[in-house]
């Protein structure tokens, strides 16, 4: 059921108060103007959540470049977590894993049609992006995991809530894994429910719909996550029969929330065992080790699967056996829209993007005012309008 993987540490409740009395006057300095929000020249969608980790961003955001790319040129600006560089960095062909992170890697891996960039600065990224000569051709700025970011004003604000981890039923840190108050959810355009149960019914929807009790400005949606055939990491690999049971798994993890992968791979696989690592995790000489005894403690036929984001980390990793690289499968995922309403997520961002791109000529400005009550039902037509809140660019 929905909030299913939350946990509460209530007895740090009162470290919470504190941390949620320190974020609330952060948003309340943006919200009255003291410190500034800038809007840029260029369409700008931001992805993210208020929730630490395991939200879906990387995937949706994926899914995102895939649906624009050919039709605009796309750049992605990403913190870059926990990579080795500083300041503005752009992936190009010989860029490593260290020196942008993980997710901003495996973006780049999967569309290099698309510019790829790192700055924890997202103004001067953006500022970069649009004014270097290699990159000036950017169209629409996709920012990864920026909801918090407010120092930039994007144009399509989706925040994505974790189905297993619904923010209704959350708390703040460190108590729970709220970046900041519920209420932050009143900043965004668009609302994604993602790793949503594939029989979900019609019935369970309306709850959901219910219980987040959006204003009407925002857009509702629900994803699921369908996992693709698996794939070999390593050259010596060997394609696996898509249909049929898997072997035994040896289940290789270094994300925020497994979760959702150990319960899709029940079922289909002969057992399986779990291998956690922590979110990010960069994988040492002492790890492979361990990876290669886990292995061959395992009943064969044996195979181990890891995530798309952890094969960035894996595939230079040294001290992995023969044994273990023959039988390392990467578990590709996409981002599926629930309730036939992928065309109408779909034409809001590609007709965003359009009006507002610089040689569009179709910009208007809108001036809307936020609405002083909320609307227990969404609205149910296709209309490109944020509407309610003060805009300087058009949908």
């Known amino acids: 059921m929905e909030g299913d993987f939350i946990k509460i540490n209530k007895w740090l409740m009162p470290l919470s ?29 931001s992805v993210g959540n208020i929730t630490v980790g395991g939200s879906g961003k990387t995937p949706h955001t994926e899914y995102l470049i895939d649906l624009l790319h050919d039709k605009f040129k796309v750049a992605v600006l990403s913190r870059g977590y926990k990579r080795k560089t500083h300041g503005f960095r752009l992936a190009k062909q010989d860029t490593t894993m260290p020196q942008i992170g993980d997710e901003p890697y495996q973006m780049h891996k999967k569309f ?22 290699e990159t000036k051709d950017t169209q629409v700025v996709l ?15 989706i925040l994505l809530m974790d189905y297993h981890r619904l923010i209704t039923y959350d708390e703040l840190l460190p108590a729970g894994r709220l970046r900041e108050s519920k209420k932050g959810k009143d ?23 219910r219980t987040l009790n959006l204003y009407p400005y925002q857009d509702l949606y629900f994803t699921t996550i369908t996992q693709l055939p698996l794939k070999p990491l390593f050259a010596e690999g060997k394609p696996l029969e898509e249909d049929g049971l898997l072997p035994n798994v040896l289940l290789l993890s270094g994300i925020a929330s497994p979760e959702h992968i150990i319960e899709d791979m029940k079922g289909k ?70 309730q036939d309403d992928e065309e109408r997520f779909n034409n809001r961002i590609i007709s965003y993007v359009r009006k507002n791109t610089k040689d569009s000529g179709m910009a208007e400005k809108a ?22 809140r003060p805009r300087t660019i058009s949908f």
């Open 112 to 133: 290099p049609d698309a510019y790829v960039a790192v700055d924890a600065n997202r103004c001067h990224g953006i500022e970069m992006l649009t004014t270097k000569e």
């Open 269 to 338: 696989c002969m057992s399986i065992k779990p291998m956690r690592f922590a979110d990010h995790h960069l994988f040492t000489k002492s790890d492979a080790e361990a990876i290669n005894t886990q292995f061959r403690m395992m009943k064969k036929p044996a195979i181990i699967v890891t995530t798309e984001k952890d094969a960035t980390r894996l595939e230079h990793l040294k001290n992995l056996s023969d044994e273990v690289r023959a039988a390392m499968y990467v578990q590709p995922i996409k981002v599926t829209f629930m």
């Open 367 to 388: 001036n809307y005012q936020q609405p002083a009550t909320r609307q227990a039902n969404m609205p149910a037509d296709d209309s490109d309008n944020t509407g309610y």
């Open 17 to 45: 108060w504190i941390y949620g009395a320190v974020v609330g006057i952060r948003n309340a300095l943006f919200d009255n103007g003291v410190l500034k929000s800038r809007e840029f020249d260029i369409p700008v969608i």
């Open 187 to 209: 900043r965004a355009d668009i609302v994604i429910v993602t790793k949503c149960p594939k029989d979900t019914k019609p019935m369970g929807f309306r709850v959901l719909q």
């Open 143 to 157: 920012l990864d995991d920026a909801f918090q970011h407010r120092y930039v004003k994007p144009g399509i604000n």
